[in-house]
C-alpha cells in the first residue's frame, strides 16, 4: 500500500517571498512522485516529476522539488512566488507495483497576497 | 491538439438517480482512469480501463461502473446515487508506455440533492 501525506493544509505567503510545500509519501517499493497544481474550477495539471536520475527536478512556473528518498519526502519549493501562482497543490506517488494507480494527498493550498 | 475533453461539466441529480458521464482521452492515450476528488480533498481513484477492460479498481462499490470504447473513449456510471457521491469526477488520461504521467481534464461537477 502507499500513501501521501501533504504536511500542510493552507500556506500563506506574501508575494516575491520563497515557499515550500511539504509532501511526505509512504511506498514499500519504489515509486514515482509528482506535483500536480489546480487552478479553480480547473483539472489537475502536471508541475513536475521524478522518476529517476537527480534527486533535484526542474518543472514550469519556476518550481522545483527535491526527492529524500530516506527521508521519504518530496517538498515543493519556490524561491519567489506570484499572485498567479494561487491554488490548490497535490503531491501523488505511483509505484509499478500498484499498476495505473496514481494515490494524491489531501492538497495544499497556496494563497499569495500582495 | 486537443486535451482530455468530460462532459457535462455540471449536473445536478436526486438521490437514487443514475448518471453517465463522458471522457474523450487526449491524442495518442489508450489509457483512461476515472477519480473522485469531494470538497476539499484529494483525488480518489475509482478505476483504470485499457483495451476496453477494467485493469485497476480503487475502493468504490459496485454502483461505481465504467466502459471504455475501441476510440478510447470512456463512460462513468454511476447508480442509486447517494448525496454523498456529490463530488468533482475527473478523467485522467495516458499512454500505456507511460501510465505513471496523467493528463487530467477540467472535470465534471456532480451535486446530488
Known amino acids: 500500500a502507499q500513501s501521501v501525506t501533504q504536511l500542510d493544509s493552507q500556506v500563506p505567503v506574501f508575494e516575491e517571498a520563497p515557499v515550500e510545500l511539504r509532501c511526505n509519501y509512504s511506498?514499500?517499493?519504489?515509486?514515482?512522485l509528482f506535483w500536480y497544481v489546480q487552478y479553480p474550477n480547473q483539472g489537475l495539471q502536471l508541475l513536475l516529476k521524478?522518476?529517476?536520475?537527480?534527486?533535484l527536478v526542474k518543472g514550469i512556473n519556476g518550481f522545483e522539488a527535491e526527492f529524500n528518498k530516506s527521508q521519504t519526502s518530496f517538498h515543493l519549493r519556490k524561491p519567489s512566488v506570484h499572485i498567479s501562482d494561487t491554488a490548490e497543490y497535490f503531491c501523488?506517488?505511483?509505484?509499478?507495483?500498484?499498476?495505473?494507480?496514481?494515490?494524491f494527498g489531501d492538497g495544499t493550498t497556496l494563497t499569495v497576497k500582495p | 491538439d486537443a486535451g482530455v475533453t468530460q462532459s457535462p461539466t455540471h449536473l445536478i441529480k436526486t438521490r437514487g438517480q443514475q448518471v453517465t458521464l463522458r471522457c474523450s482521452p487526449k491524442?495518442?492515450?489508450?489509457?483512461v482512469s476515472w477519480y473522485q476528488q469531494a470538497l476539499g480533498q484529494g483525488p480518489q481513484f475509482i478505476f483504470q480501463?485499457?483495451?476496453?477492460?477494467?485493469?485497476q479498481r480503487g475502493n468504490f462499490p459496485d454502483r461505481f461502473s465504467g466502459h471504455q470504447f475501441p476510440n478510447y473513449s470512456s463512460e462513468l456510471n454511476v447508480n442509486a446515487l447517494l448525496l454523498g457521491d456529490s463530488a468533482l469526477y475527473l478523467c485522467?488520461?495516458?499512454?500505456?508506455?507511460?501510465?505513471?504521467?496523467?493528463?487530467f481534464g477540467a472535470g465534471s461537477r456532480l451535486t446530488v440533492l
Open positions: 491524442s495518442g492515450h489508450d489509457t
Open positions: 480501463y485499457y483495451e476496453e477492460e477494467e485493469r
Open positions: 521524478y522518476l529517476s536520475g537527480s534527486t
Open positions: 501523488a506517488v505511483f509505484s509499478n507495483t500498484n499498476a495505473g494507480k496514481s494515490t
Open positions: 485522467a488520461s495516458s499512454p500505456v508506455s507511460g501510465a505513471n504521467v496523467l493528463t
Open positions: 511506498s514499500s517499493v519504489s515509486v514515482y
